[in-house]
């Protein structure tokens, strides 16, 4: 079945510096990707749509600047955090959807803890 | 905005009694999926219903579908310590873009 491999899973990095998240499609090509944000015990926030070959589509009140998504190649995106702030810290996760695949519904990554201390 | 919201938020039961999970949501929809997530993991697909269809299952999962009252219940027979999790369903907005609720957080007593 179709595999999302996210990397990393987790990570811990200072205020200031920037951190990058991986999102691949193993055995598929995803021309549209998703990354979401979860806090504790809340859902998942959409924050934005990774398009291959295009500009990611940000939801309201997430900020582009700060959230940088690439995605260069039909099975890889990539989300940044710029300048990480401890407010940044939270469980990323990022999904894809096999096209076609009418009832398998979407496939996520085993997500990315960040932790900016 | 969230789309989906689960009822109840939590729920506790004991291995082998049956838990149901209830999503409403607010507009109309393509499908609606039901998620498991286990503690600082990844979301599990687990099934999809059609917005034509009105009860589906899987093993030990049954979801059944009411369009008129824009509610879908998720229900698992026979539970086991091994479900314990925290179950979202996913409505498919415009360009299929998936909503989820807050989640219901199950825990099953072995």
């Known amino acids: 079945g179709a595999v999302v491999s996210q990397h990393p899973s987790r990570v811990i990095c200072k205020s200031g510096t920037s951190v990058k998240i991986e999102c691949r499609s193993l055995d598929f090509q995803a021309t549209t990707m998703f990354w979401y944000r979860q806090f504790p015990k809340k859902s998942l926030m959409l924050m934005a749509t990774?398009?291959?070959?295009?500009?990611?589509?940000?939801e309201q009140g997430v900020e582009k600047d700060k959230f940088l998504i690439n995605h260069a190649s039909l099975t890889l995106s990539t989300l940044t955090v710029t300048s990480a702030h401890p407010e940044d810290s939270s469980f990323y996760i990022c999904?894809?959807?096999?096209?076609?695949?009418?009832?398998?519904?979407?496939?996520f990554g085993s997500g990315t803890r960040l932790t900016v201390v | 905005s969230q789309q989906g919201e689960e009822d109840p938020q939590a729920l506790s039961i004991q291995e082998g009694e049956n838990a149901t999970m209830n999503c409403s949501y607010k507009t109309s929809i393509n499908n609606l999926q039901w998620y498991r997530q286990n503690s600082g993991r990844g979301l599990v697909h687990l099934i999809l219903?059609?917005?034509?269809?009105r009860e589906k299952h899987s093993g030990r999962l049954r979801v059944t579908l009411d369009t008129s009252k824009k509610s879908s219940s998720l229900l698992i027979t026979a539970s086991r310590a091994a479900d314990t999790a925290s179950y979202f369903c996913a409505t498919d907005r415009e360009s299929y873009i998936p909503t989820f609720g807050r989640g219901t957080s199950l825990i099953v007593h072995p």
């Open positions: 999904s894809a959807r096999l096209s076609g695949q009418g009832d398998y519904g979407y496939t």
């Open positions: 990774s398009n291959e070959g295009s500009k990611a589509t940000y």
């Open positions: 219903i059609r917005s034509n269809e």
